[in-house]
């Protein structure tokens, strides 16, 4: 079946740093979204991408979208301590239910 | 609040017993969608309905596990004979679907229900 696979598993960063996250699915994606879960909560989501080679920002986190539509990337700017959570990644596939990627877990220290 | 509300939001129970889990949806919502997330993981999908219609139930739904949404609004979960393995969180989502014609949705989730089971 279709997988996700997201890299790295956890980033432990110094505030200040960027950070980035990669999504790889294993069939072409139809859009792909991009979700914050922090510690004991739900995931929120973020943004959505549809096209191919699409970029996207949201003040300080960038998204792109691979021109094969298979692959993804959130990268954040010079991280603030509210950036702690985990990020997923979550393909839609061809019944636009989501699978979602194992997540990227990112601790920053003040 | 009028996002996507579960209940309860925690649950522990004794292995062999039965539970339910209710999720009310974003009110135009026509697709809800649940999910299990255990720890360290990505939520995976469980089974979705459009409307009342259950559309399609993932594999890892098994003969214990049934969910209904029997007005196309709120949604039920139940798991009988639960499992340690049942341990997790299970999330719900709702989205309003095909009012973009390209199929593009964007799900919000619900504060999910921890269940335990001991």
């Known amino acids: 079946g279709q997988q996700v696979m997201q890299i790295p598993q956890y980033q432990h960063v110094q505030e200040g740093e960027d950070f980035t996250t990669y999504c790889n699915s294993s069939?072409?994606?139809?859009?792909i979204q991009w979700y914050k879960q922090r510690p004991g909560g739900h995931p929120v989501f973020l943004i959505q991408l549809v096209k191919s080679g699409e970029v996207k920002k949201q003040k300080r986190l960038t998204f792109q979208f691979g021109e094969a539509k298979k692959n993804s990337s959130l990268h954040i700017t010079a991280t603030q301590t509210t950036d702690v959570g985990t990020y997923f990644c979550a393909g839609c596939d061809s019944s636009y239910k989501l699978i979602f990627g194992s997540g990227t877990r990112l601790l920053v220290r003040p | 609040d009028t996002g996507v509300s579960q209940d309860p939001r925690h649950k522990i129970t004794k292995r062999g017993q039965n539970v339910t889990f209710r999720c009310d949806p974003i009110?135009?919502?026509?697709?809800l969608y649940w999910y299990r997330q255990t720890l360290g993981q990505g939520p995976e999908f469980l089974t979705y309905?459009?409307?009342?219609?259950?559309?399609?139930k993932s594999r890892l739904l098994s003969d214990r596990f049934s969910a209904e949404r029997p007005k196309g609004s709120f949604s039920t979960l139940e798991i009988q004979r639960t499992e340690q393995g049942d341990s997790a969180m299970y999330l719900c989502a709702s989205s309003l679907w095909g009012t973009s014609g390209r199929g593009e949705e964007t799900q919000y989730f619900g504060p999910g229900t921890r269940l335990l089971v001991l």
């Open positions: 069939t072409t994606l139809s859009n």
């Open positions: 009110s135009e919502h026509n697709r």
């Open positions: 309905f459009q409307n009342e219609a259950q559309l399609e």
